[in-house]
Each structure stands twice: as C-alpha cells, then as structure tokens.
C-alpha cells in the first residue's frame, strides 16, 4: 500500500517542538476542558444503581442518565462549531464552560429525577459548546506542523485516557463518598479553568462572517439528535422497540436533507467540497471506526471481566488503569511517529495493529490467566488507538484554512460522539443477549477486529498518493474548491 509518500509531511522535522510558558498554559485549558467532558462520559456509569435508589428512578429510566447528555453533546455539535466560526470560537467556548459548570453543580445536587436530567442535559449542552470550539482554538493558536501535531496528540491522550479514568474514578468516588461526588469532580474541573480561560486563549472566527445556513442547522441536529436517541436507546433496549425503529429512519432522512440543503444554499453549515477531500472523507472514517470499535472492546472486557473471571470492581479498574498509563505513552510518541511517517500512514498502521491486537483477545477464556491476556491486549491495542485518534485528527484539520477550522473540527468531534454511541448498540448487544456469554464475547470480538482491519484497508486505498501524484493531496488538503 502506498500511503502518504508526499514530501511535505516527510519534511517535517521529528524532535519534539518546544512550546512557550503562554502556550504550554493555552494547551493546559483547552486540554483540561476537554479531559472533563470525555470523563463525563464514564464517570456515571457505575454510579447508576446508586443513584436511581437515591432519586427514585426505576430501573428503565436509567437510560435517560446517560441519554440526556448523549442527546445534546452529539446533536449540537455541528451547529455550534459553526457558530463559533461566525460569532466567535472563544465567547462560545467560555458560555460552554460556564454552562457545564453550572450544569455540574445543578446535577450534584439534585433533588428528584427531573432536575438530575435537567443538569445532564445541560452538560451535553456545554459540551457540545466546550468540545468544537475547544478544538478550533487548539488548530489555531498551534500552526499547522509538529506543534500542531504534539498539540493534539496531547488532547487525543487526555481524550482517550479520560474516559478510562472516568470508569475508574466512577467506582472508587461512589464507593467513598457517593454518586454525587462524581458530578462534583466535573463542577471542579469547571472552576479550575474558567477563571484561567479568558485572559489565555485568544479570540478567532470567520472574517467574512457568513449568515448562519438556519435550514441546514435545523436538519442536522434534528437528524442527529434522532440518530443518537435511536442508538441510545437501542444499547439498552434493543433495535425492537418501536421507537427506536422510528427515530433511526427519521434520523436518517433528515441527515438526507440536510445534504440535500447543503448542495443549494450559498453559505452550508458543512462544505460538500470539505467532505469530498480524500483527507477529511477517509480521515473522518478511520476516526470513527477506532473510537466506535474500541469502546466496544472496552463494555466487552467490563462484562467479560466481572461476569466469567469475577473481577471485583476494583480489580477492573485496575486492568483499565493500566490500559490509560499505555495510552499516556502512546500519546506522547505519537506526534513522533507522524512526524516520520506522516498522518496517513501512522492512522492505516494503527488501525492495522488495533484490528490485530483485538484479534488476540479471541484467545481469551474462562481461566484465570486469561486476565493478563487481556490486560496486555488491551493496552497495546489502546496504543494503536491512540495512534489513530492523533492521526486521524491531524489528517482531516491538516491544510483547512483557519476561517474553515470550526467545520472541520466539528466533523472531527462529531465523528468521535458517533463513534463512541453507535459501538456498543451495534456490536455490544450481541454479548448481552447471547444465551452463553463467553461464545457472545468470542462473537463481538471477531466482528470488532474483523470491522477494524476492513477500515484500514478501505483508509489506506482511499489515502494513497497516485504515481505523478505527489503534489496533488497537498493541495487538496489546502482546500478543494
């Protein structure tokens, strides 16, 4: 496979960029912003239990724990990276943080179910506020090249590793101090950056400041709010129940229309001609198949570990914990290895060595000794993942003019929110209905890897440099018009 051969990338220098006093505090902000809401994903999740005894909620409305920010951070992403584009990337973002913080607090303490979803919903409000905004002020405050390349690869860590922190933290704060204080834990994180946010980060939107594509807003977060309700709560439920049916068609008819809007009207939500860069098409495709995949592997490993090798709570986390120390590592050589082998290659490689790490888990069984397996297959597959996040990341935001940056970021972080939703209603439930749990943990883990390997080579073919093509994804990535 020839990925990547253009000499630009392969110009760019590997030492480690040096990074300014100033620079080093922008990244610790928009890093930490974004470490709390990937901790907001996990960190309720053990809780649960808990909390429905302590509010009343029965075991079916549960599910609106997690929905209710699902629905938001998911559906509003795209709209609101547009606006930061037009309106301003950091005005949006602090409003994000207040809102979340505020949010943290209202969900910290609740006092019945109405106002914990309340709170919830608020946070995915923020979020998705927090998350494209975050991620247009990272693209441009760090030019293109490796101070770009060890920026993100530090965000893409602290991403990964927050969700397997929350799963963690989740367990040990409800177990020591209750549910709430794992609502706490986010309110603080909101404390500590807000007041560091506004004299740091600088202001950047759009300078021909474009009226806002109101149609094809509408249509996208209605067909995404749609699409991630269906899969939601289809992870609990099923793909039976008629309103999951319902809403996943709706959801994808108006994700139809708004491509239909899109291909009419002067001033998209989305750029088409964006969408058919090979970099962001192809990019965006790897990005979604290594975050849907691996939280797939993640909720298996939880059921396998607990359910066939008694795992206590704490011994699982401990297993996960390992996993999130690799995925340091992996964050901190990743911008190197880009640096050598360009974006594209490193995301096919990664993917490669993610599909085949998944695929030693298959040896897994109900001994014992299988916990090592798995703890070593997991942390070197979360390595591979890491690899992929960073890479997929630098491949679609490589070479998009900064006025373009919020589209291509908000497609980045709506690739990430998609992925990790539709993983585990796809493949996940294939564990938690099989008559014999360990041959449904055999099933998804197959299918996983099998899923994994197909994307990379989809990547690779789709990301190739043609002979006599040297120049011509380059200026691509600069923009097709």
């Known amino acids: 496979m020839a990925i990547d051969t ?39 999740n053990v809780a649960l239990p808990v909390l429905g005894a302590d509010l009343g909620m029965s075991q079916s409305a549960l599910q609106w724990a997690v929905t209710a920010f699902a629905l938001p951070s998911g559906g509003f992403l795209l709209l609101f990276g547009r606006m930061g584009d037009l309106y301003g990337r950091r005005r949006l973002f602090l409003a994000g943080l207040a809102l979340f913080g505020a949010a943290s607090l209202l969900a910290t303490f609740a006092w019945d179910p109405a106002s914990f979803l309340a709170g919830r919903a608020l946070q995915g409000v923020g979020a998705a506020a927090i998350v494209p905004t975050g991620m247009s002020l990272l693209t441009t405050t760090f030019p293109e090249g490796p101070a770009r390349d060890r920026a993100l690869g530090i965000s893409g ?89 319902v809403t996943l068609i709706v959801g994808v008819l108006l994700l139809m229309a708004f491509v239909a809007v899109e291909s009419r009207t002067k001033s998209p939500l989305v750029s088409l001609p964006m969408l058919r860069r090979r970099t962001v098409a192809w990019g965006n495709l790897g990005g979604l198949v290594t975050f849907s995949m691996m939280s797939t592997v993640v909720f298996v490993l939880t059921l396998y570990l607990q359910e066939i090798l008694n795992l206590s709570a704490f011994e699982t986390g401990l297993v996960f914990g390992v996993q999130g120390a690799f995925s340091v590592v992996a964050g901190s050589y990743a911008p190197r290895v880009i640096g050598r082998l360009g974006a594209r290659r490193t995301l096919v490689f990664s993917l490669l060595g993610q599909g085949a790490l998944v695929a030693t888990l298959l040896a897994l069984d109900e001994n014992s000794w299988s916990v090592w397996l798995a703890t070593a297959a997991v942390s070197l597959a979360s390595m591979c993942h890491l690899g992929a996040i960073i890479s997929y990341g630098v491949t679609v935001t490589s070479g998009v003019p900064d006025g373009e940056q919020g589209l291509a970021t908000g497609l980045v972080t709506s690739t990430q929110q998609i992925g990790i939703t539709i993983g585990i209603p796809l493949l996940g439930v294939l564990a938690t209905t099989s008559s014999d749990l360990m041959s449904g943990v055999h099933t998804v883990l197959a299918l996983d890897a099998a899923i994994v390997l197909a994307a990379a080579v989809l990547v690779a073919a789709g990301l190739r440099v043609r002979r006599g093509d040297s120049g011509a994804v380059e200026a691509e990535a600069v923009g097709a018009r």
Do not use: K, N
Not at 10 to 17: I, K, S, W
Not at 20 to 36: E, G, H, K, N, T
Not at 177 to 198: E, H, N
């Open 6 to 44: 253009s000499s630009s990338q392969h110009l760019r220098p590997t030492a480690a960029p040096r990074l300014s006093p100033r620079d080093r505090l922008v990244l610790f902000v928009l890093c930490a912003a974004q470490f709390m809401v990937a901790l907001d994903f996990s960190v309720l």
């Open 157 to 245: 860590t602290l991403l990964s590793l927050g969700f397997t922190v929350g799963m963690v933290a989740g367990g040990v704060l409800t177990d020591t101090l209750g549910w709430r204080s794992t609502m706490a834990l986010l309110a603080l994180f909101a404390v500590i950056v807000l007041p560091l946010a506004p004299a740091l980060l600088p202001e950047s939107r759009t300078p021909d400041r474009p009226r806002l594509d109101v149609p094809g807003a509408i249509t996208v977060t209605a067909g995404l709010l749609s699409f991630i309700y269906a899969l939601s709560t289809a992870a609990d439920h099923g793909f039976g129940r008629p309103d999951v049916l």
